[in-house]
């Protein structure tokens, strides 16, 4: 069984989806579980940076409501079962994200919400646990890289995804790799014949498009490059293990 830990709605489709309708098509279960998928506070408590991206996802009367349709949604597109947990994104979460520059920048100290995570992760079922690498540093990312890299520790199958738009942006996952610092080798996964039901499932979180932008380029054009560009022909994702032997051929 392959479980991928998704920080929002969306990180799983985006990241590894081919990978997870791979392994759906050829009978082995897949699981999305989704992690910061809380309704937000109030209006009132909101930041004005909370506001704001509420008003970049089109302002709906409960902005995370809609995103758990649009995960379930792409799920089905996957062909993977979901789960959601009811922990609060980072800017509903804690004072210190009130801004673009500290949701990417070095993380508050939450030690309990990651050893609550940690817990939690590890009582998931037997299985392949895949976890974000934190390309792009998003603060959420990080929280579950550390889970993640503490569940390694301690011998469960752990594994790393490339943080996709964020590595398609940045182009390469190599600053993250080095502030890491730790060994880890990298598994091309061949979603070509997959491709579509990614794209379908992404195409899901119509929400998040406009935010998911940038220099113009269309959120599945630049997937759809970066997945292009690390392959010899056709679409490949790309997962980080702390371990050599290889995983999918």
């Not at 550390?146 to 995804?161: M, T």
Request: with cysteine; hydrophobic share 45%.
């Amino acid at each position: 069984m392959v479980i991928c830990i998704s920080p929002h709605p969306d990180d799983a489709a985006l990241s590894c989806g081919g990978l997870l309708a791979r392994e759906a098509a050829h009978g082995r279960p897949a699981l999305v579980v989704t992690v910061c998928a809380g309704d937000p506070p109030p209006p009132e408590e909101l930041t004005p940076f909370a506001r704001a991206l509420h008003r970049t996802w089109g302002d709906a009367p409960n902005p995370m409501a809609q995103r758990r349709e649009e995960d379930a949604r792409a799920a089905a597109a996957l062909g993977c079962a979901g789960q959601v947990w009811d922990y609060r994104d980072a800017i509903y979460r804690h004072p210190a994200y009130d801004s673009e520059a500290a949701i990417f920048g070095p993380p508050a100290d939450e030690a309990p919400l990651e050893r609550e995570l940690r817990g939690r992760c590890a009582a998931l079922p037997a299985g392949l646990l895949l976890f974000p690498l934190a390309v792009g540093r998003h603060v959420d990312h990080q929280l579950l890289f550390r889970v993640g890299w503490q569940l390694h520790a301690a011998g469960r199958p752990v594994a790393f995804y490339e943080d996709v738009p964020y590595a398609a942006w940045e182009g390469s996952p190599a600053p993250r790799l080095a502030e890491v610092g730790r060994p880890l080798w990298p598994q091309r996964v061949d979603v070509t014949p997959f491709w579509p039901d990614k794209a379908a499932a992404i195409a899901c979180y119509r929400s998040q498009f406009a935010a998911l932008t940038r220099h113009g380029v269309p959120l599945l054009e630049a997937v759809g490059r970066y997945a292009a560009g690390l392959a010899a022909a056709g679409y490949v994702e790309r997962v980080w293990s702390p371990l050599q032997e290889p995983r999918w051929s």
